[in-house]
């Protein structure tokens, strides 16, 4: 899969799960479940144990699976995620060099954290398909999401922490192509418990706001145009 079919699958889905548990086995179990719910996009990140080793297992035994590595904050971090099987690299916080690296990979996607507009404009200047806005919810949320949008038009933005199922469809609204949701799609209770309802059923209250948010700006006919 080429960088366009892969951008393409994210903004179609307009959800990316990111997965932060105390363990790989959880890390596998919370994969499978999200990817049974219907989500075939996943962000391993780089604080799960065996990250790596996660990632290539997973590469293997759920095809069909786009799956990415997360918290990645230098190129030789990125270049092992490559190699295990990662389709794309997201990152909490602005690292040219990695950004420059990972856009000359020809199918390999880069969501860049950035916070500041400042930031925003060298991550998209460096070469991000995606720019994550994060910690979103600390600054602004939806808003500051909405602010940011009149200069910068043209980036593809995905708002992650602190989003959730009561805020989500306002970051739609705001612009936003993709929601990255992490614990409030894999509670601690449930990770605790290995209980795969749980899981697979935020998996599809997510996957719905996303669906009817969108719906909704298409019947308004003000479905944010952003590439």
């Not at 962000?43 to 144990?49: D, H, L, N, S, W």
């Not at 939806?142 to 922490?161: E, N, S, V, W």
């Not at 739609?172 to 894999?186: H, M, P, Q």
Request: net charge neutral.
């Amino acid at each position: 899969m080429n960088k366009q079919e892969l951008r393409s699958r994210v903004d179609a889905m307009g959800l990316v799960p990111v997965i932060r548990t105390s363990s790989a086995e959880d890390a596998r179990f919370a994969v499978e479940e999200i990817a049974h719910a219907g989500v075939p996009i996943i962000e391993v990140t780089m604080t799960v144990p065996g990250a790596i080793g996660v990632i290539q297992d997973l590469a293997k035994s759920v095809p069909g699976v786009i799956l990415g590595a997360g918290t990645v904050l230098d190129v030789e971090c990125a270049r092992s995620c490559i190699g295990s099987g990662a389709q794309f690299i997201s990152s909490p916080a602005l690292d040219v060099p990695t950004v420059e690296f990972v856009t000359k990979q020809s199918e390999i996607i880069m969501m860049a954290g950035a916070l500041t507009p400042t930031e925003i404009h060298a991550a998209w200047k460096s070469g991000a398909d995606f720019v994550k806005i994060f910690p979103s919810s600390l600054i602004g949320g939806d808003q500051y999401l909405r602010a940011l949008r009149r200069p910068f038009p043209q980036i593809p933005f995905i708002p992650g922490g602190g989003v959730t199922q009561q805020n989500a469809a306002q970051y739609l609204l705001a612009g936003a192509v993709a929601l990255s949701v992490g614990k409030e799609l894999i509670p601690v209770e449930s990770m605790l418990l290995h209980k795969p309802d749980r899981i697979r059923e935020l998996t599809r209250r997510f996957v719905g706001i996303v669906k009817n948010t969108r719906a909704r700006l298409a019947e308004a006919q003000v479905l944010p145009q952003v590439r």
